[in-house]
């Protein structure tokens, strides 16, 4: 992920937590204390566990890939309109072309939108606002994943509050307009490249001199970079009909070309470059606003006042401080532990390659142990359960938290002691609730694998 879609992801977890309430997120904070860094640091890690576990951050990538879908339709939206105004500006060619309305078929709607963009950029700072949402709503619905929802939203507060969604959206309706200009300027040069036009003005009321002053003057420009302007003469023959010279066609069509490309493509390459260089420039420096409610009383959870004065808790007597990282080939640490026994002996003989973790039965033993194996995973894992108990959701819970903190586990589902028999109802639902976690499950302790990690 790009810095910008981690941002992004750490905002859309904040909003889902303001509007429905916190998460459930031991197990992302532990890791992210686990992780360490500074708090923003640590926030972030916190955030991507829990979108991932959320389905979040497969909905961003869904997103991405409608937001991607919604601009390739836009984009083609622009080609042909763009397109469009090429050929109504000329049409067939069997009546001579009036400068004036091409021109204004050319530039019209463009130079109007472009106007009514810098006076919102300097006053209002939401320009671009309705093609913005037509965006985002497209994308959203070319995504086809209801948790993407929440990441439009977030996406647009993070903007908002750095000020970039001027420059984001700037990008966004200078290109797709400098698109649909370039395309009616290749439209106007492939039909004046295949057709004969004529080219004339027309007016009741201004007179001739109005027509040659405001020539002249749109011309000036485009002439600075080598675009012929018609002469004085050459103006004024033409408001009595279009001349039948070669010469007049090629300066009439030099002039048209070349104002369109100076004042409709030219000003929104430059406005697209200028806000996509704000953007990028912008986008760099975005970071978490860390007063916010939903950050600030995340602090003593993931850097607590012990932790932050450089003191840690000492780990628990019965535990092995495994050396390594989990998933190291070289690891060969092993851990058996136990999940709330009632009346079972503990624990079982071990080797002394088998440490002993022993009973978790209290939310503290629970913490401890997983802090414990965040900081030092073992190699091999043995998980011991008792099947007389139903296998409740905060077990399982707890099964898989212990699971993914260690290389590889195994659970054991205890015998009955003797005299006693389990119910088999029971032990099937263990059995069933443990293959849909995908983990192995043996009915003896497993010691070898424990030892050797073979069976």
């Known amino acids: 992920m790009t810095e910008l879609q981690k941002i992004w992801l750490t905002e859309t977890v904040r909003l889902r937590e303001e509007h429905a309430g916190p998460l459930e997120d031991q197990e992302a904070n532990r890791l992210a204390r686990a992780a360490g860094g500074d708090l923003s640091t640590r926030i972030h890690h916190r955030a991507h566990r829990l979108a991932a576990r959320d389905g979040l951050t497969e909905a961003l990538r869904h997103w991405l890939q409608g ?4 601009l390739i339709v836009l984009a083609t939206v622009a080609v042909i309109s763009g397109s469009g105004l090429g050929f109504a500006a000329l049409g067939d060619g069997r009546m001579p072309v009036n400068v004036f309305w091409a021109l204004g078929s050319l530039l019209g709607l463009n130079l109007i939108l472009l106007v009514g963009w810098a006076l919102g950029l300097l006053f209002a700072g939401e320009q671009g606002a309705a093609l913005g949402r037509l965006w985002l709503w497209l994308s959203e619905k070319l995504a086809r994943d209801a948790k993407a929802a929440q990441l439009a939203p977030a996406l647009l507060l993070l903007l908002q509050r ?5 420059w984001a959206l700037g990008v966004l309706v200078n290109g797709l307009w400098l698109l649909a200009m370039v395309s009616a300027l290749v439209v106007v040069l492939m039909l004046m490249a295949t057709r004969r036009y004529g080219f004339v003005w027309e007016t009741t ?6 027509f040659v002053v405001l020539t002249q003057a749109l011309g000036a420009l485009p002439a600075m970079v080598g675009f012929d302007v018609p002469a004085e003469a050459m103006i004024r023959a033409s408001g009595d009909g279009a001349l039948n010279l070669e010469s007049a066609r090629q300066a009439w069509a030099a002039w048209l070309v070349g104002v369109t490309l100076v004042y409709g493509v030219m000003p929104r390459l430059c406005l697209a470059l200028l806000c996509l260089w704000r953007w990028r420039r912008g986008r760099s420096t975005l970071r978490l606003d860390l007063n916010l409610p939903g950050y600030a009383q995340l602090r003593e959870r993931l850097m607590p006042s012990s932790e932050r004065l450089g003191v840690n808790d000492a780990a628990p007597a019965q535990l092995h401080r ?17 999940i709330e026994l009632d009346d079972r002996p503990w624990p079982p003989k071990l080797p002394d390659t088998v440490k002993n ?7 503290e033993s629970r913490h401890k142990l997983l802090e414990q194996l965040s900081r030092f995973p ?19 819970a707890l099964i898989a938290e212990l699971a993914r903190s260690a290389s590889a586990t195994r ?17 099937g639902d263990w059995r069933d609730a443990l293959r849909q976690l995908q983990l192995p499950f043996a009915d003896c302790i497993p010691l070898n694998w424990l030892e050797t990690g073979h069976d």
């Open 378 to 396: 073992p190699a091999r894992l043995a998980i011991a359960c008792d099947p007389r108990r139903s296998p409740d959701r905060g077990s399982l």
């Open 322 to 338: 495994i050396e390594g990282t989990s998933g190291a080939p070289e690891s060969d640490g092993a851990l058996l532990v136990a």
């Open 411 to 427: 659970v054991w589902l205890m015998q009955a002691p003797p005299g006693e028999a389990l119910d088999a109802q029971r032990l």
């Open 205 to 210: 009321l201004l007179g001739a001199e109005t």
């Open 67 to 70: 937001a991607r879908l919604a």
């Open 162 to 166: 750095q000020r970039l969604n001027r």
């Open 357 to 363: 973790a022993g009973i978790l039965d209290s939310r």
